[in-house]
C-alpha cells in the first residue's frame, strides 16, 4: 500500500488549498480510514481529520471545524482535504494516513500507511 499527498504550497491568509491523498495497493473488497495529520514547526504531529470507508462518518479538530472539509472518491482511489480561511497557524507539513480499522480513529498509531507529507506554508 503507497499514499502520495500533494496540493501544498505558499498561501497568503484567507486563502485556499485542496490537498490530495492518492492511494494505491488496497484490494477493491478492503475497507479503509483516511486521515490527514499535521506537523508545525517544533511541534508533534497532530490529526487534523479524518473520514470512514464510505464518507458518512467524519472528524474535523476544533481548531479546523467550519474552515476544512474532507471528502473520497473510492473510485479514484483519492483522499482530498480542502483547507479554507487559511490562517498562519495552519503552517505545517501535512500527511494523509490510511488504516484498516473499521471506525475512524484519531490516534496516529492505528494507522499503517503514511504518505511522504506536502508542505503547507500560510504567510500573514
Known amino acids: 500500500v503507497q499514499l502520495q499527498a500533494s496540493g501544498g504550497g505558499l498561501v497568503q491568509a484567507g486563502g485556499s488549498l485542496r490537498l490530495t491523498c492518492a492511494v494505491s495497493?488496497?484490494?477493491?473488497?478492503?475497507?479503509?480510514?483516511i486521515a490527514w495529520f499535521r506537523q508545525a514547526p517544533g511541534k508533534g504531529r497532530e490529526v487534523v481529520s479524518c473520514?470512514?470507508?464510505?464518507?458518512?462518518?467524519?472528524y474535523y479538530a476544533d481548531s479546523v471545524k467550519g474552515r476544512f472539509s474532507i471528502l473520497r472518491d473510492n473510485a479514484k482511489k483519492e483522499g482530498y482535504l480542502y483547507l479554507d480561511s487559511l490562517e498562519p497557524e495552519d503552517t505545517g507539513v501535512y500527511y494523509c494516513?490510511?488504516?484498516?480499522?473499521?471506525?475512524?480513529?484519531?490516534?496516529?498509531?492505528?494507522?499503517?500507511?503514511w504518505g511522504q507529507g506536502t508542505q503547507v506554508t500560510v504567510s500573514s
Open positions: 494516513a490510511a488504516s484498516r480499522i473499521y471506525r475512524i480513529t484519531l490516534s496516529s498509531s492505528e494507522y499503517d500507511y
Open positions: 495497493g488496497f484490494k477493491i473488497s478492503e475497507h479503509y480510514v
Open positions: 473520514i470512514s470507508h464510505e464518507g458518512g462518518r467524519k
